[in-house]
């Protein structure tokens, strides 16, 4: 079986959100606005959030801090994930990480090919681990982001999902 075991104890994860974003404001960040409150509707803790520009330094700066925080679990990002020439999340964080989560990126665009098409191609999502630290990177339109949370990380981060989850991974990250 897999999917949810409602007769599991719950365990919420404190989630960080980075708007990566070049023509978007802290009031008109409607993807940041979706994560947050699908976030906190799951009973998780929202434990930060904060917006960038499309910037490699900048939005490495802004995870590096998170990841080093003991009271964040995972790093979620929207925007930048594209094509164009300012389009850079994925080069500022896979350097971060320790150890990339390739599936991520497959089973995003299986789920993102049921919304858009073939459109889904124009994404580069990724996820990894950095220091214990889960990231997801989640283009930053609205869909992408309702596709990537509601379809495939809310049930990662959910500690009930079986026959397993991300959230029993937690303990071992660091492990030598």
Do not use: Y
């Amino acid at each position: 079986m897999h999917g949810i075991n409602e007769s599991l104890k719950f365990q919420p994860v404190r989630i960080a959100v980075l708007t990566v974003t070049d023509s978007r404001t802290p009031a008109t960040d409607t993807s940041g606005d979706i994560l947050a409150q699908r976030i906190e509707a799951a009973g998780h803790v929202l434990a930060s959030r904060d917006l960038v520009s499309d910037d490699r330094e900048a939005i490495s700066a802004a995870v590096s801090a998170w990841i080093k925080d003991p009271e964040i679990d995972a790093v979620i990002t929207t925007g930048g994930t594209g094509l164009t020439g300012r389009d850079v999340t994925p080069e500022a964080l896979k350097p971060l990480f320790d150890k990339e989560i390739e599936g991520f990126s497959v089973i995003f665009h299986q789920v993102s090919f049921q919304s858009v098409g073939l459109s889904t191609l124009q994404s580069r999502a990724v996820a990894g681990v950095a220091q214990g630290t889960f990231i997801f990177a989640l283009p930053g339109s609205n869909g992408a982001v309702k596709d990537g949370w509601d379809k495939v990380i809310s049930h990662q981060l959910d500690s009930r999902h079986r026959p397993c989850n991300l959230v029993e991974l937690m303990p071992r990250l660091m492990e030598t």
